[in-house]
Nanobody, 124 residues
């Protein structure tokens, strides 16, 4: 079993930055592709960014390309999401997810483990 715990969410003004962290316990993340999802009230959960098991490949949804960066440190069993130039449309609960031997494009039905989520609120 893998336990994922996110941190780093909060309130920020439009144009600001936040760095989210996802720390894993239970076993190493080296066998898992990792990703970040977000969900706003009344909206479906959206896949935002994914990263390969080694960290060598990344994927971003078009709406965050150039603004968000996903990275991982397998030695620390941690995945990060650096969010710059934040917009009010980015407001959501952000959750990290793990897929055993997955690729960089993760769908909800293939997720093996979810974090509890962290709230990101961007004011205008």
């Amino acid at each position: 079993q893998v336990q994922l715990v996110e941190s780093g969410g909060g309130l920020v003004q439009a144009g600001g930055s936040l760095r989210l962290s996802c720390q894993a316990s239970g076993r190493t993340l080296s066998s898992y592709a990792m990703g970040w999802f977000r969900q706003a009230p009344g909206k479906e959960r959206e896949f935002v960014a994914g990263i390969s098991r080694s960290g060598g490949s990344q994927y971003y949804v078009d709406s965050v390309k150039g603004r968000f960066t996903i990275s991982r440190d397998n030695a620390k069993n941690t995945v990060y999401l650096q969010m710059n130039s934040l917009k009010p449309e980015d407001t959501a609960v952000y959750s990290c997810a793990a897929e055993y031997f997955g690729g960089i494009r993760i769908t909800k039905d293939r997720v093996d483990y979810w974090g509890q989520g962290t709230q990101v609120t961007v004011s205008s």
